[in-house]
């Protein structure tokens, strides 16, 4: 008995300089592991200090599981002379599995590269009972996480449609400012007869649309400075309505329905002027600008309320 007992008191330092100072475990978190649904493995590791511990980047591999995202910070709490370390992983399944897997973790010790063997502990991920019975849950990939609109995101996205604003507004301020318009120091007569003559000296019209616009906007702007007629906004027709309300312009009605119309055909519909055309256009034009309605004078209109 003496012989035990000495035995056992000297081999006493062997075993304890032969237990491993360093030790982990591993295992999954979640209380129910779903196929489909992101299932967190931890793994802890108990350490001297002085041992420095290289934790995988990625999700150490597990037959049948998919890595989910990226690993969880490691986390260090000290116990003793230990440091314990705690890191977890995602994962995701899309079939039933029921393993015990082992991990390797790489550390150093005394500059020595060395790998502690973890041994998982058992799990099981099940597929979702519907109406008890056991229906394969059909496998959807992960789905990728939806990153909500932060402020930078809103003041970038007001700053967008500020430009856009200001694009819009500044194409309507060119457009304004090339538009054809009577000046307001010029008299409408002799500046429209002074359009009208420039084109006159290019027929004839190399482009023909263009000079079709210019032709008629020339003659809506004179109609509406001195024939009180909103032309330039007005279709044909609205502005040939608009002069039968007038008895003083009756007469232009069909010279001014005549180069408007064909105006329209030419700029709308594509069609194409000759040079008679060309030229009876521009004596319209000057007729209409030139015309002088007949304004009654007191005595004409106390002859008709006579008759």
Known sequence: MKKVIVFFFCCLPLFVWAKDDISGHAKFLNPELIIGEKIFLEVEIKAPKSYIIHFPTEAPKIEQLQMFGEPEPTTQTTQAKDYIYKKRYAYIAFDKVTAQPQITIPYTQNDKEKQLEIQVDAFQVKRIAVDSLDTVRTPYPPMEFQKKMGWKELVLGLLFILALILVYLFIQWRKGKNSLQIPPEEEPRPWALKQIDTL????????????????????????????????????????????????????????????????????????????????????????????????????????????
Request: proline share 4%; glycine share 2%; charged share 30%.
């Open 200 to 307: 006159n000296n290019q027929i004839p019209f190399t482009y023909q649309k263009e000079a079709w616009i210019l032709l008629t906007d020339v003659v809506r702007l004179y109609i509406q400075k001195t024939w009180n007629i909103q032309a330039p906004y007005q279709s044909t027709g609205e502005t040939l309505f608009e002069l039968s309300k007038k008895e003083r312009y009756h007469e232009m009605i069909d010279k001014v329905s005549e180069i408007l119309s064909l105006g329209d055909e030419i700029k709308f519909a594509g069609a194409d002027s000759n040079l008679e055309q060309q030229k009876n256009a521009i004596r319209i034009a000057n007729d209409i600008i030139n015309f002088e309605p007949h304004i009654p004078t007191i005595d004409e209109k106390e002859e008709v309320k006579d008759v």
